[in-house]
Every structure is written in structure tokens, then in C-alpha cells.
């Protein structure tokens, strides 16, 4: 209804070039940038700033995954150990060397990303299944030398406490400090992935999605894109390793084991396969449904099950419900959320004249 | 240095080939249903786990016969597996791999939650009616748990079983055929996709019993389900498609596990068992990616 191109003519390289041709577009962009940054934190409590903090360490993770996964089609379940990474070489490096974050960050993403190269290299002779398996092996064993080397793990609990980070002499200790912190990680990450993916490198990643050997023939070097691919992606990773260990202040291998990879699965293939709007929604949804499932649980919970074991069934109850869409988004709607949303917009494009 | 010490080392073995083949047959059903539909099974071990929870369920808190609650099992586990091959794999008939693979994932997620779910969450004995008194064997005390040995010999008659079906057997040959070629098998008059339901189901016939098994040593809860973890170093090792490979995988897996359990544990502090599998995995992935006895793809455009 709002969004007609016609009438909008492209004369410059650069007005083609644009994420936003359209002035509708700027404009919703705009208008969603001035809620999440002005309207959002002047008026949210502080628990649903929370929310939306750990959605923006989860889009950055997200778009790491899809960029492996969606664009470059190699399969990764070790996600969460690649950020296990980032999380403990930063909290090492804030906690003996003093780094500030805008150091530790980086570095962070740059181990995972060296071990991400590591675990990709047996990726030129094998995909697929064998993928799928060796990088389900790499989750086990980075766990188990973080788990088991003191020198990395920080002793026999296997966590190391970390400090807020500190911007402009500022230490982010409120909810609302951490949120634009977090939020700028996830913006910065959300623009680069757009731009990568239409450079060189991205077009490369998605000839090799669709078919590695033609890729190979037309020029393509496939194994050092696939690198590529692995060590972008476990960089993005890192980073959001990193971030939520500034977010919760401690760096535990915990919040790293295999069901978090199996989340960020679900958050790209939910969101959508090969989109960054969809890695975007995939980290809303997949955040937001334990979170919803748990409130309702604790509302209506109570009249069909004991309350003795109410936690325990919500736990269930997620687990269940979170396979269940795994499932149906793959046979129904391969294309996740994002194809669900183009719909509603290409539907309302030519609204109400649909002919 | 002492007199290295050849008791500790032949149980570690012996009991080592034994777990070995019991995670044969785990990776039985993984094999079955790769061979034949080229679907990929990441939840192999909830099945185990779905299978040997209902059995408990059904034998500790109802008080029904074993025969009886192994029978109810394995009954489910086929009508179960008929209806997910026609709901959610028939439709994904040619889609990416990694699509099924995330599929089975997603399967996996909500057998885990479904399990304890319906059944309760609490670990329940099952039982086999035979005496758990270790057996000595010879001078040298090696000490055999009945159980290892029941799951080894019940391992090996399914392992033969399954062999002698898709060597000899007419609908074991038309399976093959389906692995081979979908198409081609179709343009024969077979049915293609009954044979992927039979396979479906012979997989969960097989998690039925390997429930049974492992939960009589384990316990049975959803921790039954990290056996499917053990699944792809026995199959990648073995060969993805090959039956031979299952039994060698399986037992190379066993004993490595075993002896690094035995050896290495007491020198890094524990949890090598879970750990050395994979790295075997690994190697054998960077050298030979098609395992021992599997057989290369060769790929066209």
C-alpha cells in the first residue's frame, strides 16, 4: 500500500547500490532505529531491557551461523564451542592482562575464529554428514580442553568472573548501558553481514552453497572461501561469546554446551536459511519462546500439573515445542519467518488492488 | 616401572569388545535407515531412549510383565516411525541434506522433552530376569558383567540377522536396490517408499531392543539418550553404509574408549572415555572420510 516502486528511477551506480532504494524504506528503518534506540529504553522496564539485551548477543550469533549455514551451506553444531572460545580467551585476557573491551572483543573473536579455521580445514573433503559429525566432535573436544586446562578455564569451577566493560570511563553496570552497548554490537553486525554478503566473498559463499563443484569450475578457490566462511562465522561467534560474558560477568562453559548450538540452529532455520532479516527474527523468536512458554506456564501452569514439578515440566514443555517447530518449519515453510514476512509484505505491496 | 599388569588389561579388553558391540547396535538403526533412504538419523539414541523409558514405564510403575512392556515398545516405536516417515521425512525427499539432518535434530529436541514429559522424569531400574553376578573367567580374575555379554551375544545374532536380510533376503535386496538409486528402483516396480518405512521401522525395532539393553545396564531416564552421541564415531569408523563396519567400529570404539578409561583417566583427571572416540573420529575423518568399509561417493554436477 505505502511501499510502490514505480515512479523511483535508479541513475547512479550508487542509488542502485543502496540497501534502501526507496524513500519508504529509509524511512521504516529510521522509524525502527528511533524505537529501538530512543523510544525502547526510555520507556521498557528494566526486565524486558534484559530481553532484548540477550536478542542482540543472539543476533550476532545468529548471523555468524547463517553465514556458515545459510549462505555457504556447511553445517556447524559446534556454534556454541566457537563462542566458548571467544567468551574465554577475553575473560583471560580482561581478567590478567586488564584489556579494555574494545580490545577483548575483537581478540575474542579472532581465537574463535583461528580455531573455527582449525575445525573448517577437513571441510574441503568432507560436507554434509561428515560436517555435521566433525563439528559435533570439535563442540565435544573444545569443551573438554576448556573443562579440563586450568590455565584457560580458571580453575576447578571452570569460570572466571569478568568486569563490566568500561566505555568512555563509563563502567556499564545498568541494564539500560548494557542494552546500547549490546545493541551496537548487533547493529555493526547486522550492516556487516549485509554488506558481505553481496561483496566478492559472499557471492562466492552462495556459488558454493548451490553448487560447490560448478562454483569450483567457474574459477571459485572452494576451499579457502570455505576457510572463509568458517572463520567469519566462528569470529561472529567469538564476539558473541564475548558479549555475553560481559553481559552476565562471568565466563562459565555452561552457558556453551551443545543444546546452545542446537538453539542457534533453530534460530536460523526458523528465521530463515541465507537471510539476515532472518537471522534477525530467528534470535527473537528462539529467545522469546522459553521466556513466553515460561510465563504461561507460570500463569496457567498450576491447573494441569503439580507445582512441585511446574519447572521441570516447563523445561520439558519447551524442549518439545521447540523440536515440534523445528520440524514444521522444515517441511512446511523451509524458508523460516523471513518468507513468512515477505508474504505479508508482498501482499500488501499491491494491496488492495491484487491484480 | 612394574610388571604391567595383563589382567586389568584383557577385562579392560574383553569388556571393551563387549560395550563395543552393543554400540553396534545402536548404530545398527542408524546404518539401516541411511543405507536405505539416505536420511540421516541424528536421534538414534532417543529412540533408544523413548524405547527403554516406555519399557520402564510400563514394567517398574505399572507392574505389566517385561514381555509384555518390551512387546507394547517395540509396537510403538513402529507405529511411531511409520507415522514420522509419512509426516516429516516423505516430504523431505530431496531436500538439502542439512535439512534432514536439522530435522532429526529438531526430533531429537522434542523426544527429550516428550520422554519425561509423559512418563516422568524420574530414573527407573529395568530389569532382565538374569542373575548380574559377574562371571570370573581363568586365573587371572577378568571379571564379564551378564548383561555386557547378553547385549553382545543379542548385538551379534541382530547384526547377522540384518546381514543375511540384505545379502539374501528379496525385500533386503530391493532395500539395497532403493540405496542405490531411487529412481532406477522405481522404474523396477519397487516400491520405493515402503521400503523407506520398512527401514524406519526396523530402525525403531532396533532402539526397542537397544533400550532394553542399555537400560538395564543404565537405568532408565533421559540420560540413556547421550548413547546416540557414541553413534557416529562407531559409524564413521565402520563406514556409513556397511554393516561389517558397524560390528568393527563398534568395537574398536569400545576397546579404545575402555582402555583410554583404564589408562589415561588416572593420569588428566577423568572423562576421556567420551572424549577419545571422537578425536579416533576425527583422524579417521582428515585420512579416510569414508570410514573402513564405507563405500566413496563420486560426485557429478
Redesign the interface.
Known sequence: MFHRESGYYKTTYKGDMAFYPLPVGRWSVALVGFIFLVVIPLFLDPYYLSILCLISIAVVGALGLNIL?GYT?Q?S?GHAAFMSVGAYTAANLITKLDWPFWLAVPSGGIMAAAVGVLVGI?SL??K???L???T???Q??IE?VI??TPAISGGVQASIEVPRPVVFGEAMNTEIELYYFLMAFAVIAIVATMNLVRSRVGRAFIAIRD?D??AE?IGINVFRYKLYAFAISSFYAGVAGVLYTYYLSIANYEQFLIVVS?DY??MV?IGGLGSVLGSVFGAIFITLLPIVIRIFMDSFGAFFFDPV?LA??T?????????????FF??VE?EGLNRLWLNIRNYFRIWPFSY | MEDFNWGFFLELLVSGVLIGLMYSLIALGFVLIYKSTDA?N?AQGEFVMIAGIIVGASAASYGLPLWLAISLSVAFMVLFNVGLER??LR??IG?????I???T??????????G??FFG?ETRPLNLPIDDAPIIIGDHFIYLNPIHLLGAAAAVIFLLGFGWFFLKSRKGVAMRAVADSHQVSMAMGINVQRYFALAWVMAGVVAALGGVIWGSLLGVDTQLAIIG?KV?PVV?LGG?DSIVGVIVGGIIVGVVENLAAGYLDPM??G?TK??TP??L??LM??FK?YGLFGKPII???
Open positions: 549455514l551451506g553445517i553444531i577437513p573433503r568432507i554434509g554428514l561428515y555435521a559429525i566433525a559435533l566432535a570439535a565435544f573436544i573438554w573443562n579440563h553448487q563443484i560448478a569450475i542446537i540452529l533453530a532455520i514439578i521441570q515440566v523445561a520439558q514443555f519447551r524442549l518439545i515445542l521447540f523440536g515440534a517447530l523445528i520440524m522444515l517441511v523451509p | 540421516i541424528f509426516t516429516v516430504p523431505m531436500r538439502p541434506i542439512v535439512a539432518i536439522m530435522a535434530i529438531g526430533l531429537a529436541a522434542l523426544l527429550r522433552g516428550a519425561p514429559f522424569a552421541l557416529f564413521i556409513l588428566v583427571g572423562g567420551d572424549f571422537y578425536v573420529m576425527i575423518l582428515m572420510p560426485e557429478r554436477i
